[in-house]
């Protein structure tokens, strides 16, 4: 289970990183910093957030739906999974 809390942990500090680079997002608008600029940050972000939803996906696949697999009722997961695909593609 140490390798659950590294990856744990792992998530948890990005999204930290992501929290302050959210906060800074506020912070150039307040400031009336340059669009473009802000428009940036906003894809860094957005980009940061969908690594933490690639990890996320990975261990609920090795280990909630590997797992649920294993005791025969993987069905289910699978169909949990192909819902959230889904939802990727129409984004």
């Not at 997002?25 to 473009?36: A, G, N, P, T």
């Not at 609920?60 to 993987?74: D, N, P, Q, T, W």
């Amino acid at each position: 289970m140490a390798a659950l809390d590294e990856e744990k942990q792992k998530l948890l500090t990005r999204l930290r990183r992501i929290e302050g680079q959210t906060r800074g997002l506020q912070r150039m608008v307040e400031e009336d910093k340059y669009c473009v600029d802000i428009m940036t940050q906003i894809a860094g972000v957005q980009a940061a957030l969908e690594q933490v939803s690639i990890q996320l996906m990975e261990r609920h696949l090795r280990h909630c739906v590997s797992e649920a697999i294993l005791e025969g009722k993987g069905e289910e997961k699978i169909q949990e999974m192909m819902t959230v695909l889904k939802h990727y593609s129409r984004s």
